[in-house]
Nanobody, 124 residues
Framework: QVQLVESGGGLVQAGGSLRLSCAAS????????MGWFRQAPGKEREFVAA????????YYADSVKGRFTISRDNAKNTVYLQMNSLKPEDTAVYYC?????????????????WGQGTQVTVSS
């Protein structure tokens, strides 16, 4: 079992930056692909970014490419999402997810574990 806890959300002005963290429990973190997803009010949850178990491969949604960076520190059992040049449309609850047996994926259905989410609000 893996438990995931997100932190780092908050209120920021458009053009600003935030760094989200997702701390994982369990000794198998380094074997999991990790992903970030988000859900805005009234919308379905959508893929943001993913990273392979080693950190060697990353994958981004077109809407955040060039602005967001996903990374991980397996020694700290933590995955990060650095968000720059934030826009009001980035406002959402952000969730991290862990997937066993996948390299990385943009599909939420391939992830086994989910955090509770952290709110990100970008004001215009």
């Amino acid at each position: 079992q893996v438990q995931l806890v997100e932190s780092g959300g908050g209120l920021v002005q458009a053009g600003g930056s935030l760094r989200l963290s997702c701390a994982a429990s369990g000794r198998t973190f380094s074997s999991y692909a990790m992903g970030w997803f988000r859900q805005a009010p009234g919308k379905e949850r959508e893929f943001v970014a993913a990273i392979s178990w080693s950190g060697g491969s990353t994958y981004y949604a077109d809407s955040v490419k060039g602005r967001f960076t996903i990374s991980r520190d397996n020694a700290k059992n933590t995955v990060y999402l650095q968000m720059n040049s934030l826009k009001p449309e980035d406002t959402a609850v952000y969730y991290c997810a862990g997937g066993a047996g996948i390299y990385y994926s943009g599909s939420e259905y391939e992830y086994d574990y989910w955090g509770q989410g952290t709110q990100v609000t970008v004001s215009s």
